[in-house]
T-cell receptor, first 115, second 112 residues
Framework: EPEVTQTPSHQVTQMGQEVILRCVPI?????FYWYRQILGQKVEFLVS????????KSEIFDDQFSVERPDGSNFTLKIRSTKLEDSAMYFC?????????????FGDGTRLSIL | GENVEQHPSTLSVQEGDSAVIKCTYS??????FPWYKQELGKRPQLIID?????GEKKDQRIAVTLNKTAKHFSLHITETQPEDSAVYFC???????????FGGGTRLMVKP
């Protein structure tokens, strides 16, 4: 069964540095998402992306964050000037379409630790 | 925006008993409600979902019910097994279909 893959599995970064988290969505999926989960808390929506544009974003997704689909397979989340509170598990997800008939499939996540 | 509340936060049952997890949502325009199971350190995995035009859906030992009028939905697991132990998250999808709002999660422990 095809899966969403994410790299790296764990990223340790000094506060103030930039990080790029990478995702390869399922190949025939057209809609991509980033979520984050602070340790022990709920999964929180960050952003959705379709046709090379952001289609929805949450209050968390401020100017510090950006997303990109640099080629036909990768989907990246960039976090600039990282802060301690950015430490979390970041999940990428993808779906074939949008809406109630199109479930979102999650990757294994990248654990981001800001020191 | 949407707000999803989930109860209980922890649930301990004996193997073979049933488990029920309840969620409420605030946005009446939400139309799709998935449930995810997350084992420690792993990805959330979709286990069942329900659309707003359906009141109940069942898949073997798992069932979900939806009451649109009251804006609540529930997950029912029958004949629980130790491998059902995990954190379960409910979620609601916005009307645009591009965002999931998750509940706070329920840690289910099934004791052998």
């Amino acid at each position: 069964e095809p899966e969403v893959t994410q790299t790296p599995s764990h990223q340790v970064t000094q506060m103030g540095q930039e990080v790029i988290l990478r995702c390869v969505p399922i190949s025939n999926h057209l809609y991509f998402y980033w979520y984050r989960q602070i340790l022990g808390q709920k999964v929180e929506f960050l952003v959705s992306f379709y046709n090379n544009e952001i289609s929805e974003k949450s209050e968390i997704f401020d100017d510090q964050f950006s997303v990109e689909r640099p080629d036909g397979s990768n989907f990246t989340l960039k976090i600039r000037s990282t802060k301690l509170e950015d430490s979390a598990m970041y999940f990428c997800a993808s779906s074939r379409g949008q809406g109630a008939n199109q479930p979102q499939h999650f990757g294994d996540g990248t654990r981001l630790s800001i020191l | 925006g949407e707000n999803v509340e989930q109860h209980p936060s922890t649930l301990s049952v004996q193997e073979g008993d049933s488990a029920v997890i309840k969620c409420t949502y605030s946005d009446s325009a939400s139309n799709y409600f998935p449930w995810y199971k997350q084992e420690l350190g792993k990805r959330p995995q979709l286990i069942i979902d329900i659309r707003s035009n359906v009141g109940e859906k069942k898949d073997q030992r798992i069932a979900v019910t939806l009451n649109k009028t009251a804006k609540h939905f529930s997950l029912h697991i029958t004949e629980t097994q130790p491998e059902d132990s995990a954190v379960y998250f409910c979620a609601a999808m916005n009307n645009a279909g591009n965002m999931l709002t998750f509940g706070g999660g329920t840690r289910l422990m099934v004791k052998p």
